[in-house]
């Protein structure tokens, strides 16, 4: 007897209504962002000053919402774990930031920023949230540069750019190899210039616990102070959720090991629902495990593929140095496979090429785990200090990981887990299935769909925070004030 066939199903989900997203406007897509602008009601400024906002999480698109919304004047709290907003693991992003500024004139438009991000979310995405993106992206750069972030720039003085996988123009921008750091690094000075402003309170070593739900409102945040151990209550007129991805439900992957979804858990026990968790992305090019002993793997910036070549040995189980194999023995497979992209195809595609043939034999390290990324040419043709410019941070990196010099000997690089496209469930406004409870960043599901490109994790985040929720959430704030809650309330 089949027992499979037999017994009841577990009760692990239960199918609820259809969900529908009723915030998004309709007409010609091109228009319809500033339709809803437009349309949005708004608060004027003296009733900004009586509205609060809770925000949990100070990386990009965190320390960007607080600092556009306390600039606008509604009262903001802001929580963070780390011991300063400037450390949120933002701060690990290296390569670059898209935007469709066609600075190279190669044919690059926003219409082409926006069909590359849907092809490369496997036609999964919301196109009128990546078409927005698509037009907030040339925004990103000109606030960027207001801030003083120091992009990379070329020799007349003018915004450099850079390709990155899965597309044939050069639209990232970057900042050597610490972009995330750079543009963290604006958002936070913006976020303290309203700390001192008074318009912004920033607590850090608080770790969220759970949302408070009155009337069917999210309306506050229980947090825990991870210096005293002290449970404590606070209360706004809406709430934002920018605690990031979910990565670590891997064993091992490129996040920081502090980041564990509790905030994301927490609401979505609250009734939050969460879309799409399958939808996670391995990134092609980490340093591989070197053993049992690790917790987490290192990122090797993708804007290495620029000038690196991929390849592997074509003999199964090839130990020699990698210097002593001649070019007739190599696989340089992704160039085989994919002339018209190269080394810099989607990350899904170089992820599943480099695990099939590593799966062949033709792996290299420990356990075969490894292909070569080798910038041999690009230093024989433009010189060690031009690549020193580029990625010499990255190569710092490598070296102390793996006490290799990657100036003389290939890198080794293998996929890992890396960023997650799924998240709560947002509408156009980007607000959750709890009124009141806003999410942004890579903590909502909504841009990236199936396989989000390189880039624009950085550009997604920036976007919710500078643009898209400040001129949203005002359509929520404008029906308060609310009902002002304080310690003595049942929900406390």
């Known amino acids: 007897m089949n027992t ?55 990386g990009l698109a965190g320390s960007s919402a607080a600092a556009t919304l306390g600039e606008a004047g509604y009262q903001v709290t802001t929580f963070c774990y ?33 069909f590359d991000t849907v092809k490369g979310g496997d036609f999964r995405s919301r196109e009128s949230n990546v078409y927005r993106l698509a037009q907030l992206s040339v925004d990103i750069i000109d606030q960027c540069v207001a801030q003083g972030v120091p992009f990379a720039r070329e020799y007349g003085g003018l915004l450099d750019n850079r390709s990155f996988g899965g597309v044939q123009v050069s639209r990232t921008f970057y ?50 102070d991870m210096t005293t151990g002290q449970i404590e209550t606070h209360f706004a007129d809406a709430v934002v959720l920018a605690s990031g991805g979910y990565s670590n439900v891997f064993f091992l992957s490129t996040n920081a090991m502090g980041c564990n979804v509790t905030a994301t858990w927490r609401a979505h026990r ?18 591989p495990v070197s053993g049992a002993h690790q917790s987490k793997l290192t990122l090797m910036s993708e804007s290495l593929r620029n000038d690196g070549r991929i390849w592997v040995p074509k003999k199964r189980g090839e130990d020699r ?12 497979y992704l160039e085989r496979r994919y002339p018209s992209f190269g080394n810099l195809v989607p990350r899904d595609v170089a992820s ?11 792996g290299v390290g420990p356990g075969g785990l490894g292909v070569y990324l080798d910038l041999t040419d690009a230093i024989e043709r ?46 156009y406004d980007l607000q959750s299935t709890i009124a009141g409870l806003f999410v942004i960043g890579e903590a909502n599901f909504s841009d ?45």
């Open 352 to 362: 599943r090429a480099a695990k099939n043939v590593c799966d062949q034999g033709h």
């Open 448 to 492: 990236h769909g199936a396989n989000r490109l390189g880039a624009s994790a950085l550009m997604q985040g920036l976007a919710d925070g500078y643009f898209v929720l400040p001129n949203t959430i005002r359509d929520y704030l404008a029906a308060g004030p609310f009902e002002k809650l304080d310690a003595s309330h049942s929900a406390a």
């Open 270 to 287: 609250k009734g939050a629902l969460f879309a799409n968790p399958c939808f996670t992305q391995i990134h092609p090019t980490c340093i």
């Open 82 to 114: 780390q011991d300063s907003a400037r450390r949120a693991h933002s701060i690990a992003a290296q390569g670059g930031i898209n935007a469709a500024k066609n600075y190279r004139n190669d044919g690059d438009s926003i219409h082409r920023l926006f």
């Open 175 to 224: 900042a050597r190899g610490q972009t995330g750091q750079q543009l963290l690094l604006g958002a936070y000075q913006a976020l303290e210039r309203q700390v001192a402003a008074g318009t912004v309170q920033v607590h850090s070593r608080h770790e969220m616990l759970d949302v408070i739900i009155v009337d069917g409102r999210a309306r506050g945040v229980v947090v825990r």
């Open 4 to 58: 499979a066939e037999t017994l009841p199903p577990a009760d692990y989900y239960t199918v609820g209504d259809p969900v529908a997203d009723e915030k998004a406007p309709s007409g010609p897509i091109e228009e319809r962002w500033d339709a809803r602008r437009f349309n949005a009601k708004l608060v004027n400024p003296a009733n900004r000053r009586k509205l609060s906002v809770i925000i949990i999480g100070t």
């Open 321 to 332: 140095d990698p210097r002593d194999i001649p070019e007739q023995e190599r696989d340089y």
């Open 382 to 427: 433009t010189g060690r200090p031009a690549v020193e410019a580029k990625y010499g941070n990255l190569f710092d990196i490598y070296e102390q990981i793996t006490d290799e010099d990657p100036y003389r000997v290939p890198m080794r690089i293998y996929p890992a887990m890396h960023y997650t496209m799924g998240g709560l469930w947002v509408d």
